[in-house]
């Protein structure tokens, strides 16, 4: 009896191994998104008018206990009723300006032509540009009189028209 019950409990966990197993791997994603497939045409000269700006955390790459850098994500869309649903890729400028909480600009940073388009990647949302925003490049200082600050980020289109903004908080300050 006890043999049959040992084979019973290894089978029994041996099925849940391939359980288990099964599901991680359901569980796994791309490290690399494909393009998302969507019905219909992608505008051939969109005009953006909607610009989505996400921030993580600043973090501190030179561990002196001061956040120095933020990785930001950003999304230009079309945005007229109907229009595409996916984010879209536009030669331009992005401009970012981080501001204290008196309001006062504490440093900008500028990317345009080349350094715009090496930036550009696909995501879910459709085309998508990534930049990481470092207050040790440029003579600029990680040692920041205030904690809260605001994020804008603007895009100014290559061909002109509407230069959409926007504005995320964040915080950054002594971690230690």
């Not at 470092?134 to 230069?163: C, Q, W, Y």
């Amino acid at each position: 009896m006890t043999t049959s019950l040992s084979n019973v409990t290894r089978m029994l966990m041996a099925s849940i191994a391939v359980v288990g197993v099964a599901a991680g791997l359901a569980g796994c994603i791309s490290d690399q998104p494909t393009r998302p497939s969507v019905q219909g045409r992608a505008p051939t000269d969109p005009k953006v008018t909607k610009l989505v700006l996400t921030t993580a955390p600043p973090s501190d790459t030179d561990s002196n206990g001061f956040p120095d850098t933020m990785k930001v994500l950003v999304h230009l869309f079309e945005e007229p009723p109907g229009g595409w649903p996916l984010s879209v890729a536009v030669p331009g400028t992005f401009r970012f300006e981080l501001i204290d909480s008196k309001l006062k600009l504490v440093t900008t940073w500028t990317f345009e032509g080349k350094l715009s388009e090496a930036a550009a990647f696909w995501d879910d949302a459709g085309a998508c540009y990534r930049f990481d925003l470092s207050l040790l490049e440029g003579g600029r200082t990680d040692r920041l009189n205030s904690e809260s600050f605001d994020m804008k980020a603007t895009f100014i289109p290559a061909k002109g028209g509407v230069s959409p903004t926007n504005t995320a908080s964040q915080r950054y300050g002594r971690t230690r």
